[in-house]
């Protein structure tokens, strides 16, 4: 903090409330270091860095779960497709805090033995739908047909309050920023609530996905876009079981209101295991500068960056990139 900031706030304040202020003001700089950040340093070259040991834990607890809890899991739907030679099953699970969570699971029929899975995290006002469209923002279709053709089995959650979920959003589109015409309208899931019940809620998916004779639970990775991208850096941190990752557009840490969901936070317990990050060169959601100081604190060998001549959307080239990582890194023999 500069001098004359301190200066500043300090002459705002009468001197019995200084103490007050100046605790205020040291939580903040410790617990959102972001906020100085965007006052202070707004033209200056893009600088992170890793958490201490003891915030770096604490994020890690936030995405803690009770997996005493009875999963309750069941497939309410099952189609086979024999010309795609595949069965996709629409399975319902009691995620954390007893709230029901909505998935798809599509497996190879020609698989032999156990098969390696993809977990597909879908972005912020999307669904598990949109990996089983073609095109569209996420060419999510394209990523997962892809996946399956070099026959890994592809699962897909609806984030909390998104999809299948949004009954409890009172069955309205979650909407964090302020419509350019009208009322905005109250949410009743944070931004940081939704991630990280999502993310507990995928490591419930994972106590079930390993129940499943089909998959074969040492052989799981992950594709995630945009707000699935920075669930990847949360995932894969929170929970070992997670053997690579894709991670595609992840936005800025600076565009979260609360560090605990910063990506970088999450960066030491990613430890050696393979991560590629896709991103686009001109994404106003994270700039080429955030992206590179972001990989900078990424010192694996498997660790790695490329960037599209794009913005948040990326060009469907974006697809053999990502599949071909996981075909790397995840092998089907």
């Keep these: ?9 300090r002459s705002i304040v009468s001197q019995n409330e ?14 959102n270091p972001l906020a100085w950040k965007g006052t202070l340093a707004a033209e200056e070259e893009v600088r992170l860095s890793l958490p201490s040991p003891e915030v770096h834990q604490l994020c890690l607890e936030f995405l803690d779960y009770d997996a005493k809890i009875p999963l309750d899991a069941r497939t309410v739907a099952r189609q086979e497709d024999q010309k795609l030679g595949t069965v996709k099953e629409k399975i319902v699970f009691r995620g954390t805090q007893g709230f029901w969570c909505s998935s798809y699971l599509e497996i190879p029929t020609q698989a032999v033995g156990k098969v390696p899975l993809v977990l597909l995290l879908h972005g912020w006002s999307g669904s598990k739908e949109s990996w089983w469209k073609e ?37 309205a589109p979650v909407n964090v920023y302020a419509p350019p015409e009208g009322e905005a309208r109250q949410n009743y899931f944070a931004l940081s609530e939704i991630y990280v019940q999502t993310v507990r809620d995928y490591r419930r998916a994972l106590d079930y996905l390993q129940q499943r004779e089909e998959i074969d639970p040492d052989r799981i990775g992950l594709v995630g876009y945009s707000m ?9 941190g929170a929970d070992e079981r997670i053997k690579a990752s894709v991670c595609c557009v992840v936005p800025a ?64 080239d974006y697809v053999p990139h990502a599949v071909d990582w996981i075909k790397a890194h995840l092998p089907t023999e």
């Design 1 to 9: 903090m500069s001098f004359s900031l301190w200066k500043s706030a």
């Design 18 to 31: 200084w103490s007050v202020w100046a605790i205020v003001l040291i939580l903040v700089a410790v617990c």
């Design 135 to 171: 095109g569209g923002y996420l060419s999510g279709g394209n990523v997962r047909q892809a996946l399956l053709d070099s026959g890994y089995a592809v699962f897909a959650m609806d984030a909390q309050a998104h999809g299948d979920r949004i009954a409890v959003n009172d069955y």
């Design 228 to 236: 699935g991208g920075t669930h990847s850096f949360m995932l894969m």
């Design 253 to 316: 840490s600076s565009n979260y209101g609360v560090t605990y969901i910063a990506p970088e936070n999450f960066v030491p317990a990613l430890e050696s295991r393979p991560f590629l990050m896709l991103m686009g060169k001109t994404d106003p959601l994270c700039p080429e500068a955030n992206a590179i100081a972001l990989k900078n604190l990424m010192t694996g060998e498997h660790h790695q960056l490329q960037f599209f001549e794009s913005g948040h959307k990326l060009p469907l």
